[in-house]
């Protein structure tokens, strides 16, 4: 299919890079040094302790809590990860999942506030249109290499 400028595929393209560097912004956007200090998690403990729906209690108090240092470093590279393998199209598919799921980690832990969803609920939307649309066919490291493909 033949669009203004770009193909079809290129501008999917475009969707995947944008959505890696919306990620890639998540990351950088963090003061590290309070992240892994224990801020993130204390932030997050915070809203975990009020919310509404008691798995998510339970589920940070038996996952998070106990582990708060691992935590921060895991979810701070895992944005760093989904960013740098959706710009270079590197592991894509697998990149568009874990990205699926980490947003809609935060939607769970962030639920009460819908004023601050229109973040994920969007990434998510792009997330599965770059995965349905098989977006790593143009400008990927996996198109070059052939892996994912039809």
């Not at 959505?19 to 912004?25: M, T």
């Not at 009020?50 to 590279?77: D, I």
């Not at 997330?127 to 098989?134: D, I, W």
């Amino acid at each position: 299919m033949q669009t203004m400028w770009l193909s079809g595929a290129e501008w999917i393209a475009v969707l995947r890079i944008g959505l890696g560097l919306w990620w890639l912004e998540s990351w950088r956007h963090k003061d590290k040094k309070t992240w892994f200090g224990g801020g993130g998690v204390t932030w997050a403990a915070g809203i975990a302790a009020k919310h509404r729906w008691t798995f998510v209690r339970s589920g940070f108090e038996r996952t998070v809590k106990p582990n708060p240092r691992l935590m921060a470093y895991v979810v701070a590279y895992a944005e760093l990860a989904l960013g740098l393998g959706l710009i270079l199209g590197f592991l894509t598919p697998i990149a568009l999942v874990a990205g699926l799921l980490l947003n809609l980690i935060y939607l769970v832990l962030m639920i009460h506030d819908w004023a601050e969803q229109g973040q994920n609920l969007m990434m998510m939307l792009i997330s599965a249109v770059g995965l349905f649309a098989m977006c790593w066919q143009s400008w990927s490291v996996d198109g070059a290499l052939g892996l994912f493909l039809r």
